[in-house]
C-alpha cells in the first residue's frame, strides 16, 4: 500500500485552466473523496494520477515513485469509471481475470483469484453471465472485483455510483466503504455527492474552479469550513448565509444584534465580517418577539418523514431550519428564528472564514 502526492500539480486545456498547482498528499491505507462541481477539476486530478492525461507542470508520486510520466499499466492502480467499462462480449468470469492476463498470471491463478474476490463481493453465483444480462448494482459489483482482483496501490473511482438509483446508491455506498476499509488500500474516490463523501471518505478535498479549498477530516469540513463555498457546498441543506454588519457595538445579523464573546467580537471586527453562516439545525423557532430571535416568515414546510424543514425569510434572504417531526405553520406566518452566535462561522468579505465555530460547542475541535 501507498501514499499518493500531488506537487503542485497544474493541467492547462488550451487556454483553459483545469488545475491550478494541487498540492495534496493521501496517507497511505486513507480513503479519500475529491469533491467538488462539475468542472471543478477533481476528474481531471483523478485522471493524471491515473496516467491518462499528463499534467501541464508539477509531478505525481505514488508512495516514493515518481510516476508522472509513467505509461497506466506502470502505476500499479486500478480505475473504477462511471459507466463500468465491462467488456460485453465477455463473461463475469473473464471480466475480472482480465487483468490477470494482461500481467500473464497462469490459468490456475487466474481462477483461484477471480473465484476469491467474487465471494468476498458475493458475486460468485454471476461468474458465467455476461454484462447484458446483469442489473446495475450487479454490473458495479463487477466492476469493482475486477480492480480488485489487481491487488493495486491504489483504487480510483470516477464517480461510481451516479449511474444506480438512489435506494441501490445507498446501500452500494456502504458496501463499497466496508469493502475498502477490510482491504486498506488508498482510494481515491471522485464526487459531486457531498453526501456520499461524508458518509465515506477519511478525508475529503473539496475543489472549485481547478483550485483546492480544503483538505480535512469530514467532520472538520462540515463544523469549521474554510471559506464560505465549502460551507454552502457541504451540508444538506446548505449553511444559512445572512448578511452582517459590524460597528463598535458589535454585530448584527437579521436585524438583531448577536452577542459575541471578547475574542471573537474582536476577531469578526478585524476582519471586516460582512456574513454569518449557521447550520440549520443549529437554529431552531421560536415565538415571534422572543428576545434575540430574528423576525422571519414561513416560506414553506417541508415534512421529511423523521424531521421537518422549514423555510423562512428575512427581508430578501431565505434560511432554513431543522424542525422537529410533526411542526407546521401556515405559509405566510411570523415566526422567531434562534441560534446560538457561537455555533456560528463568520466570513470576511473575501469569503474566508475569519471566526470558525466555537469549539466548546460539541464537534470536538480545539
Known amino acids: 500500500m501507498s501514499s499518493v502526492r500531488y506537487e503542485a500539480v497544474e493541467k492547462r486545456f488550451g487556454v483553459f485552466t483545469a488545475l491550478r498547482s494541487l498540492d495534496l498528499t493521501i496517507p497511505d491505507h486513507a480513503f479519500l473523496a475529491l469533491l467538488g462541481p462539475s468542472g471543478c477539476g477533481k476528474t481531471t486530478a483523478l485522471r493524471i494520477l491515473a496516467g491518462l492525461e499528463l499534467p501541464t507542470a508539477g509531478r505525481v508520486l505514488i508512495g516514493d515513485r515518481d510516476v508522472t510520466r509513467l505509461q497506466p499499466r506502470d502505476r500499479d492502480v486500478a480505475m473504477v469509471f462511471q459507466s463500468y467499462a465491462l467488456y460485453p462480449h465477455m463473461t463475469v468470469r473473464d471480466n475480472i481475470a482480465y487483468p490477470l492476463r494482461i500481467r500473464k498470471k497462469t490459468a490456475a491463478d487466474c481462477e483461484r483469484m477471480v473465484k476469491d474476490v467474487a465471494a468476498a463481493l458475493e458475486v460468485g453465483h454471476l461468474l458465467d453471465r455476461h454484462p447484458r444480462q446483469l442489473s446495475g448494482g450487479q454490473r458495479q459489483r463487477i466492476a469493482l472485483a475486477r480492480a480488485i482482483v489487481r491487488e493495486p496501490e491504489a483504487f480510483l473511482m470516477d464517480e461510481p455510483l451516479s449511474n444506480l438509483d438512489a435506494r441501490l446508491r445507498l446501500t452500494m455506498r456502504g458496501e463499497i466503504k466496508r469493502l475498502c476499509h477490510r482491504l486498506g488500500t488508498t482510494t481515491i474516490y471522485v464526487t459531486h455527492d457531498q453526501a456520499e463523501a461524508l458518509t465515506m471518505a477519511d478525508y475529503i478535498a473539496v475543489m472549485r474552479e481547478g483550485e483546492l479549498q480544503q483538505f480535512a477530516p469530514p467532520a472538520e469540513i462540515y463544523d469549521r469550513p474554510a471559506n464560505r463555498f465549502v460551507a454552502t457546498f457541504v451540508g444538506s441543506p446548505a449553511m444559512n448565509v445572512l448578511k452582517a454588519t459590524i460597528d463598535g457595538s458589535g454585530l448584527r445579523a437579521g436585524g438583531v444584534a448577536l452577542d459575541l464573546a471578547g475574542e471573537r467580537r474582536a476577531g469578526c471586527q478585524a476582519a471586516g465580517v460582512d456574513a454569518i453562516g449557521i447550520r440549520p439545525e443549529d437554529m431552531k423557532i421560536v415565538a415571534p ?78
Open 289 to 366: 418577539g422572543t428576545p434575540g430571535a430574528l423576525t422571519a416568515e414561513v416560506y414553506v414546510v417541508e415534512p421529511m418523514g423523521n424531521e421537518t424543514l422549514v423555510d423562512l425569510r428575512i427581508g430578501e434572504e431565505r434560511l432554513t431550519v431543522r424542525a422537529a417531526r410533526g411542526f407546521t405553520a401556515p405559509i405566510g406566518s411570523t415566526v422567531g428564528a434562534m441560534f446560538d452566535p457561537a455555533n456560528a462561522c463568520f466570513f470576511d468579505p473575501a469569503g474566508t472564514t475569519v471566526v470558525h465555530r466555537a469549539p466548546n460547542k460539541g464537534d470536538g475541535h480545539e
